[in-house]
């Protein structure tokens, strides 16, 4: 999406702290420690550099009454050093720093946040194999966000994590009025934590290296007046220091917006940089849809079914094999039918692009008919054939609760005009048809030639248009027909939109019909194609 570019200016911040390397990002939010300028040429970005710190903080975050150590699971006595950064960022290297902290201070305990058994377990056992009793590592559990800032108050000082440091969780520590000690480095997540405490006039806990770190850990564990000078700064200045002067920061951020909006075209990269995306056509073109698996795409007031859709899907695929999920199949409970492809398709579970595509198929069948089922109209397909896919949109909701009327023309097995069957179809698919929808009261079958079938017999107004014939004239001839008659935010969807083989003219064709209309068809990846109607 950035490399499209659908803002004339890009900015990074906080999602991901480093050089994104993506020449479309034009500045990254930063300050003058995060972001040195010695650093600044590593990074594909301009910086743009806050007056003070990087980080914005909500300065209304409740912190809970100060609970007892023994209720957290922590001895009365003692020296309490913490660290609640998520499991995944303890090094071993910074693991075996805090080891030795807890050997150099022995009436301390370490303090960490349970993040699964496994991990908890690990550290344990890395702990005893480091000569320090297991009994030494304690661990917190999740509690609500009250709970948990107020646990910093019974802790002596935050321990930060090398090389990537903490970042909310930092903040979070000296909101409550926990002293952190952090070590500093060479990239923007190492320096993160160093930033936050020159915003609350602590430089004092920043180191250069883990053997400073670990020195002025120690020396802090047997100095307890400094840390208790150091919480009573944290307490009186927390709602006037830089950190947590959130209107400040404000102010300040919408002033360097400011500053670079009207010069949006002097940060640009080159044109030569490799793998650059053609621009997304401005003007008159219409926003192109982008994920087909976002409600946002889909428009939809209450995105639970969806969701429900694509989780009931999800739990029944091999994982891995096909755009990363490989839906093999949403229908399995829901609209098998007598589909014996689809049927198969299921039961092999083979992993091939024809079985693929039916139940991909199926699924954005689905997902289609869920959004238009909130919209005015009613439901056509051109091109019938056998009725799966009129099955799997009513099934999905339950025939007895799928109000819209369904449309379904064809010729389904013959001729009309000549009277007999022609090649490819067979004799008495119009009576198998109409047998599968017995019961069916909502579903419409038309069966003689298209354009001429819709000729005063087709309705008023549709939500749902699915379009699957074999030839240019018919399809463009449909689209003649009932485009006009598609409600704003109504789909269609078009099969067989391929790029090469016996469909690329009928591809070209609709693309050429719409593009004169200002609309772009979408391409899923089961060689359909979609367009969502303004």
Known sequence: ILSYRPAPVQISYLGFPGPAALPEVDYVLADSYVLPPELEPYFTEKPLRMPHCFQINDRQREVGPQPTRTSCGLPEAGFVFCSFNGNYKFSEEMFAVWMRILRRVPDSVLWLVADNPWAQQNLLRQAEQQGIDSARVLFAQRVGPAEYLARYQAADLFLDTFPFNAGTTASDALWAGLPLLTCSGRTFASRMAGSL??????????????????????????????????????????????????????????????????????HRPPDDLPMRLPPLARAAAPPQLQNYRSPAVWGLANPSRFYQLIDEALTLTVPGQYLGDNLISWGKSNSMFEDKGFVAAWERNIQSDVDRSIVWRRFILACAAYHCSQLAGDFVECGVYRGSGIKTVIDYFGKDSFSKGFWGYDTFDDDPAMGKAFDGQQVGVFAEVQRRFEGYDQVRLVKGFLPQSLIGNAPARICYLHLDLNNVEGEIAILDHLFERVVAGGIIIIEDHERSGNFRDQKAAEDAWLEQRQYKIFPLPTGQGLVLKR
């Open 197 to 266: 405490l020159l915003a609350v006039d602590l430089p004092e806990l920043i180191t250069d290296s883990l053997a400073a770190y670990e020195e002025k850990a120690v020396s802090l564990a047997h100095d307890r007046g400094r840390i208790e000078g150091m919480k009573r700064q944290l307490k009186t200045n927390r709602d006037t220091c830089r950190l947590f002067d959130s209107p400040g920061f404000v102010r300040d951020l919408e002033a360097l917006l400011k500053s670079i909006a009207p010069g949006a075209a002097t």
